[in-house]
């Protein structure tokens, strides 16, 4: 009997072990395709040609004719993607992994067209496993599920934070960086967001807390525009998309319009003016292509409408007013404020570099704007100079906050491969690393954008947005060099935004008593 069970120990330590040596030579690998998640389990080390046999493997070999591009998630909370092209980039997403400990990839497939006309494209002799496919790439006639295919409800990797965080499924919203946060002030209306779950519910919460005194008066530094959305004791210098005195003057969205020229083009669309017939004011509006979505995306631009008319109750003279949002059969339209001088990126383009000077009246303007994000709990996510709009009078604001999240998820798209710079370079190292997305996070990024100004691109700027992210989370310091002739200070406070240890990186209320701002 005694003989028997050591036997049996003998045999389940034997196993335990081979399962063990199993699990390290290869790794669970998951991809989505038009909200199709499969998953499949490839050596620890697989080149691009195995990437591409798997994906051939799970969807059938027409696929990759059809593959535009393939994208790698970086975050967790879906905030960044980037593009994966050849063996280089997997050698670079491996060693991210490596140091983040993610033992879970996952890849997300974009075809070239979102409309699937597969039998007037295809070489007919192709041989196909999948079955025919709709007009939503959703596979209809196959009688099981192809293999590795995943429960639906998978589709976002849960967050694993470890602290606590608001609603997982919020745009650009607030995350306690420290423990201390949770329990300091607001912990009631945390607490209520992560039990409703509903982010439109749970952002009008978090705006009743808004204090009409954290509100700035119109100053004469602020574009003598009649758009301009800055809140006054005064009520002459609202804008026409003001409700009555007594609301909190929330902009109407406009119902009767007339499309403008073209102002610019992003990574998620075009940028036009827009003329209100009604009051002969002129506006922004984006312009975000969604003919053909899948119910995934539809369901993220829901959400979105949601948090963009939240984000119309933000008015402050630093943060571009968004008048409301519009769905289309063909677009999703966000009205905006119009800022006349278009992006500092845009500046910086144009006319090179900027002096010290005017970054420090941007960089003050600029934190002015975050302090009241962040005191408002909400965080912007995308600091960067094309996000950094002009008006007339050569003031800035924010602009595109708390939609890149959402945007990405709803084009399929990231930025890096679109045309414009993309927001690898500027993201903060604890959000590759999964560890949290709060708003140190923007502040990281102020860092990379004030480099930007004095330099004309962010640290890294030399590097591929894989290769950037590696060095982000490698590396002790980030890498740039500003002109010789940048002042002690300047170099202080962008040191203090590149802090590594976000604990330590200070905060936009530390930032705006630093030397460098209050001179
Ligand atoms: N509110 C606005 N007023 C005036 N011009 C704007 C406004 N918003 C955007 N633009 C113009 O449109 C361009 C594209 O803006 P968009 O926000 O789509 O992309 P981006 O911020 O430049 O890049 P990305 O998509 O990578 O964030 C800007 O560079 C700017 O010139």
């Known amino acids: ?26 790794q669970t690998v998951k991809f989505e395709l038009d909200g199709q998640v499969r998953a499949c389990c490839l050596p620890k080390s697989f080149t691009y ?5 798997s994906i051939e493997d799970l969807y059938g070999n027409r696929t990759l004719l059809e593959l535009y591009n393939i994208h790698c998630l970086f975050s967790r909370d879906d905030a960044l993607r980037l593009p994966i092209t050849n063996d280089e980039d997997l050698k670079n997403l491996f060693a991210i992994a490596k140091v983040n400990g993610l033992n879970k990839l996952t890849f997300f497939l974009k075809k070239e067209t979102t409309k699937t006309n597969s039998s007037s494209k295809m070489p007919t002799n192709l041989n196909d496993d999948s079955g025919t496919v709709s007009d939503d790439g959703h596979n209809r006639d196959a009688e099981s599920p192809p293999p590795g295919t995943l429960v639906p409800q998978k589709r976002h990797p849960k967050l694993n934070l470890s602290h606590k965080s608001t609603a997982s499924h919020d745009g650009g919203v607030y995350t306690p960086e420290l423990i201390d946060d949770i329990f300091s002030n607001g912990s009631s209306s945390v607490n209520s967001r992560e039990s409703s779950g509903n982010s439109e519910q749970d952002c009008k919460c978090r705006l009743r807390t808004m204090s009409n005194n954290k509100r700035t008066s119109t100053s004469s530094s602020v574009s003598g525009s009649s758009y301009s959305s800055q809140t006054n004791s005064n009520d002459s210098n609202r804008t026409p998309y003001s409700r009555s005195a007594n609301t909190d003057r929330i902009p109407q969205t406009p119902s009767n319009w007339k499309l403008g020229r073209q102002l610019g083009q992003g990574a998620f669309g075009k940028v036009f003016l827009c003329y209100d017939v009604d009051n002969g004011c002129e506006l922004a509006i984006k312009q975000i292509p969604i003919r053909g979505i899948n119910s995934d995306t539809t369901r993220e631009v829901k959400f979105l409408e949601g948090e963009i008319n939240i984000y119309r109750q933000l008015d402050h003279e630093r943060i571009v007013r968004y008048y409301g949002v519009e769905q289309t059969e063909d677009y999703l339209q966000i009205f905006m404020e119009y800022m006349a001088g278009g992006s500092v990126r845009e500046q910086i383009l144009n006319y090179g570099a900027l002096t010290e000077q005017l970054t420090k009246k941007y960089t003050k303007q600029i934190l002015n704007g975050l302090a009241y994000l962040h005191e408002n709990r909400y965080i912007h996510r995308d600091i960067k100079c094309a996000n950094i709009l002009r008006d007339i009078s050569g003031n800035v604001k924010l602009g595109d906050f708390g939609t890149s999240k959402r945007l990405i998820a709803i084009t399929n798209n990231n930025q890096a491969n679109s045309g414009t710079i993309g927001t690898a370079h500027w993201t903060a190292p604890e959000i590759i690393q999964g560890n949290i997305f709060g708003r140190k996070a923007d502040i990281w990024s102020l860092g990379c954008t004030i480099v930007e100004m004095l330099t004309t691109g962010p640290p890294w700027q030399h590097l591929q947005p894989i290769a950037a992210i590696f060095h982000i989370v490698t590396s002790d310091k980030p890498e740039y060099e500003l002109p010789k002739n940048v002042s002690k200070l300047a170099r202080e406070f962008i040191q203090s935004c590149l802090t590594k240890d976000y604990q330590r990186r200070p905060t936009a209320t530390d930032l705006s008593i630093h030397p460098f701002v209050c001179d």
């Open 1 to 26: 009997m005694a003989k028997q069970a050591e036997v049996l120990a003998k045999i389940e330590a034997n196993l335990h072990r081979a399962i063990q040596r199993q699990d390290l030579a290869t």
């Open 49 to 53: 040609s195995d990437l591409l046999k």
